[in-house]
């Protein structure tokens, strides 16, 4: 307890202890000690000639000789922040500010890792289209036909879905890729800390294996609930009652996607769970699960908010492109126009190409930004590893050292 006056009232000690007022057999004009026995008048101050107004705080009497001295603001201390996000619970601004700081910190390994996969993507993409424009096996050779027999259907159907297939298989893999390596840049950046492409691999490519089967199970659980939802009207249209079939795949399918997104965002951080806590594949999900619930609809309107951001930005990027392909197409607009993609050809496809490849490299950084910032800021915010990440950091007052380097892997800052 303070002693000094003004910090508690006269009075306030615990009754019957010596030089009290109101102990037994002491006298009424008794003060505590240290209190002088005239009090002042309200906000008066003691001084030579008789109690007067305060002085001022620029004066000698306060030890600060120095004009315009000004008395500090008391409250909590700014949150200390060593690298892209102040370690603090994060508004979705902060979340999207520090996925935009981390890309231009970190331009160099950022920027290669987003081109590389995106060019290796977009590369093979650019190969299917161009096989599937001219290919007996997919849905364009149906095009002209005026009464195509059910096999050529079937034949033209299972084309294109193993074609979508594999495109599909390529472009997980450099969502996994990218999105593994990005989350090590980013959870080195919150620390402050440079991280090379080299280490980024390093750090990211052991959980590689289990981060695609991740991938590919969130895949085949969102296909599957579509599947429930649609098969029962497809069915029912074959058998013959069409309308019928039609509304209630629609209806079913309208119920799947209401399940797979509530799904979705409840697994939706699995991927850094997985990947900073080197976690199984089951146990990120059960994380993920974890993390999320309590906050289902905040994460919910930043992801959405962040795919809108990410559409407006990746639109911008291959606008121009789309437009230049078109034009220097072999039918140009016509076949645009008609739908006819073959007429567009390859000089389209290799443009609008281009385009995709800059627009990705740009927009990955953005979502796996985001994504690794969400995961972190659930973690401040329920498990306190704020005061692990400012410990890893080295933020002065967090200097108690962790068991290891203090390294995303290697500590509780990333870490379970």
Do not use: C
Not at 20 to 29: F, I, L, M, S, T
Not at 34 to 39: C, D, F, I, K, T
Not at 100 to 127: D, N, P
Not at 346 to 362: F, K, P, R
Request: charged share 10%; no cysteine; hydrophobic share 50%.
């Amino acid at each position: 307890m303070n002693d000094s006056p003004g910090w508690a009232s006269p009075g306030s000690s615990p009754s019957g202890e010596p030089g009290r007022a109101d102990g037994p057999g002491a006298p009424q004009d008794a003060t505590p000690q240290n209190w002088s026995q005239q009090q002042p008048p309200a906000g008066q101050w003691k001084t030579a000639g008789g109690w007067g107004v305060p002085p001022s705080p620029t004066g000698p009497v306060w030890g600060n000789p120095s004009p315009g001295w000004q008395q500090p603001h008391w409250g909590a201390p700014p949150s200390p922040k060593p690298g892209v996000i102040p370690l603090r619970p994060l508004g979705i601004g902060e979340i999207l500010d520090g996925a935009v700081s981390t890309m231009r910190a970190h331009w160099r390994t950022v920027l290669t890792i987003s081109f590389a996969v995106s060019l290796l993507t977009q590369g093979a993409m650019l190969l299917l289209q161009g096989f599937m424009l001219d290919d007996s096996g997919t849905l364009n050779s149906l095009d002209g036909r005026a009464d195509p027999s059910f096999s050529d259907v079937m034949n033209a159907v299972g084309g294109t879905l193993a074609a979508g297939g594999l495109a599909l298989v390529v472009t997980l893999l450099g969502v996994v890729i990218a999105t593994a390596m990005l989350t090590m840049v980013i959870s080195r950046a919150v620390l402050g800390r440079e991280v090379t492409l080299a280490e980024a691999w390093s750090d990211a490519r052991r959980q590689l294996p289990r981060l695609f089967g991740l991938t590919l199970l969130l895949t085949l659980i969102g296909a599957a609930i579509f599947a429930v939802g649609i098969v029962p009207g497809i069915i029912v249209a074959a058998a013959g009652s069409a309308p019928a079939g039609v509304g209630l795949a629609f209806f079913g399918g309208v119920v799947a996607l209401g399940v797979v997104v509530w799904l979705m965002i409840r697994f939706s951080l699995s991927s850094p769970a997985l990947m900073l806590e080197k976690q199984g594949v089951l146990k990120s999900m059960a994380r993920s699960v974890k993390l999320v619930r309590g906050s289902w609809w905040r994460i919910l309107g930043i992801q959405l908010l962040t795919m809108i951001l990410v559409y407006i930005v990746s639109s911008i990027i291959q606008i121009p492109f789309v437009v230049v392909g078109i034009l220097a197409g072999s039918d140009g607009l016509s076949a645009f126009a008609s739908g006819n993609q073959a007429g567009l050809g390859w000089t389209y496809l290799i443009v609008i190409g281009i385009g995709a490849v800059i627009g990705s490299t740009i927009t990955f950084p953005i979502q796996a930004g985001v994504t690794a910032l969400l995961y972190m800021d659930q973690r401040i915010r329920r498990e306190a590893l704020d005061i692990e990440l400012a410990r890893a950091a080295g933020v002065p007052g967090h200097a108690d050292a962790l068991g290891g380097s203090g390294e995303p892997g290697n500590s509780a800052a990333a870490g379970g």
